[in-house]
């Protein structure tokens, strides 16, 4: 085990991870309100162009058009032409997450190898060149390959999580994970609105939306600055080999070492004894995706819902979302932080079923923001827990590998769930899908309370706690 961080310089590294996370997450945020229109943009400059010209070959735009509206026929039910860019919108989401369930493993393991300092701009690298792909997209064709390079580049939430496990022990690791919800709820608190008022402002005709882009690609190139010259390197085994060196720098972090122990590369040159695991990652890994699935499926249909029920505009569906952001934020300053990762799972999972039993039911503003409220329980509580519990069950010099699959398999669940919910909203609707994805959580809650347990670090921890006390 290394040893621990100085406690200025571990404040030091989080102060560096939340701003620049801040900062990603913002850039992030702006585009996911623009969407319909910026979606309507594209499919209004080009799909006129092929009706025509017999000529020209049909485009990228066109071909997803036409496999999108052959899908929507086969539903039993006819849906509304307005949907079309929700379909196309939700099409491009999957691809997305998708792509990143296939990059998380690998961005993950190459920060073990060489160094989370390394990998991370290296993947601040991919992600300017997406945004900056954004800025000149005057056809879809170039937009449809900025999502794809930010897909296959994006592994800064991954890397964070990362990093702040490093340099966080056993009694600080969930307030560690806490932070970075945080910075997702204030995110997706602000970010969307700050992104929606920039789309207002026009600077290039053929792009629309380039003032958008173009303040996303300014804090991007801002925050790989930011970690270029204020974030040291936190893999222990990198900070073990630079101290046998002799040239601990700034670029790595510093270990304090308590009176009469060794030399943290000492001890990484010592045969050290077998990871005791108390959860298989498997399981972490496979309640994360079942989760996932359906959280992310209810949350893309939410809007769909609060359409049908209430006739609620993009701006109120805004003022609902934002609500579910502010109470989340709230909460995981306060409250979360302070959980036992297993717990705050439980917690989560139970507020998510009655979340769901709720919207299948619901005939009132006063119960879709009773759900909201709940559902704001459930995003400041479980992947933050989930997070926690795969970093105790990883060893130093493999954390980066399985933190990456444990987003890869949410990932993978964020790209089929909204498909196949909405699939079953518009089949069979409301009451039917939201109560299947009620007993799907309810699932996933026999698997937190039957099939998980608290690892052996957190009650040895608790242990040595205790004696200390006596």
Not at 70 to 83: C, E, G, L
Not at 186 to 212: C, D, E, M, R, Y
Not at 232 to 239: A, G, Q
Not at 454 to 459: E, F, G, L, M
Request: net charge positive.
């Amino acid at each position: 085990m290394a040893a621990p961080v100085e406690p200025a310089m571990r404040k030091k590294v989080l102060r560096v991870v939340f701003i620049s996370l801040l900062l990603d997450l913002i850039s992030f945020t702006f585009i996911l309100p623009l969407f319909p229109s910026l979606l309507e943009f594209y499919r209004s400059k080009e799909a006129p162009l092929e009706a025509s010209s017999s000529t020209t070959s049909p485009s990228i735009l066109n071909y997803i058009l036409t496999y999108l509206n052959a899908y929507k026929a086969s539903f039993s039910r006819p849906i509304d032409s307005r949907y079309d860019i929700v379909l196309l919108g939700g099409a491009l989401g999957s691809l997305f997450s998708l792509l990143q369930a296939l990059a998380s493993p690998v961005i993950g393991t190459l920060s073990d190898r060489y160094g989370r300092r390394t990998a991370l701009l290296f993947s601040m690298a991919g992600n300017i060149l997406s945004v900056l792909l954004w800025v000149c997209a005057t056809d879809f064709r170039t937009f449809l390959l900025s999502r794809v390079v930010g897909g296959l580049s994006e592994g800064n939430v991954q890397l964070a999580i990362a990093i702040a496990t490093d340099i966080s022990d056993e009694k600080q690791r969930g307030a560690t994970m806490a932070l970075v919800g945080i910075c997702f709820s204030i995110s997706f608190t602000f970010g969307p609105a700050l992104g929606a008022w920039l789309s207002t402002i026009s600077s290039v005709k053929a792009n629309p939306f380039a003032t958008a882009a173009g303040f996303s690609l300014f804090l991007i190139v801002t925050e790989t600055l930011y970690l270029y010259f204020c974030l040291p390197e936190t893999l222990p085994s990198k900070v073990a080999t630079a101290k046998l060196n002799g040239h601990t720098t700034n670029s790595t972090v510093k270990p304090t070492l308590q009176a009469g122990s060794k030399p943290a590369a000492s001890k990484s040159l010592s045969t050290s004894k077998p990871f005791l695991r108390t959860n298989s990652h498997f399981l972490l890994n496979l309640t994360h995706l079942t989760f996932i699935l359906f959280f992310s499926g209810m949350e893309f249909s939410l809007p769909f819902m609060t359409f049908d029920l209430f006739g609620y505009t993009a701006a109120r569906n805004g003022r609902l979302l934002g609500y579910m952001g502010l109470v989340a934020s709230l909460l995981q300053g306060g409250f979360t932080r302070r959980l036992p990762p297993l717990v705050s799972v439980r917690i989560g999972v139970v507020s998510c079923l009655l979340a769901l039993l709720l919207l299948a039911r619901i005939t009132t503003v006063g119960g879709l923001y009773a759900a909201t409220t709940l559902l704001a329980i459930t995003s400041a509580t479980v992947v933050t827990g989930l997070n926690a519990l795969s970093s105790f069950e990883a060893g130093e010099d493999e954390r980066g590998g399985k933190l990456g699959n444990l987003r890869s398999w949410g990932q993978l669940g964020r790209g089929v769930g909204p498909l196949l919910f909405t699939s079953v909203y518009w089949w069979a609707g409301r009451e039917v899908a939201y109560t299947i994805g009620g007993m799907g959580v309810l699932a996933v809650s026999m698997i937190v309370f039957f099939g998980l347990e608290t690892p052996r670090k957190q009650i040895a921890d608790k242990s040595s706690e205790k004696v200390r006390g006596l």
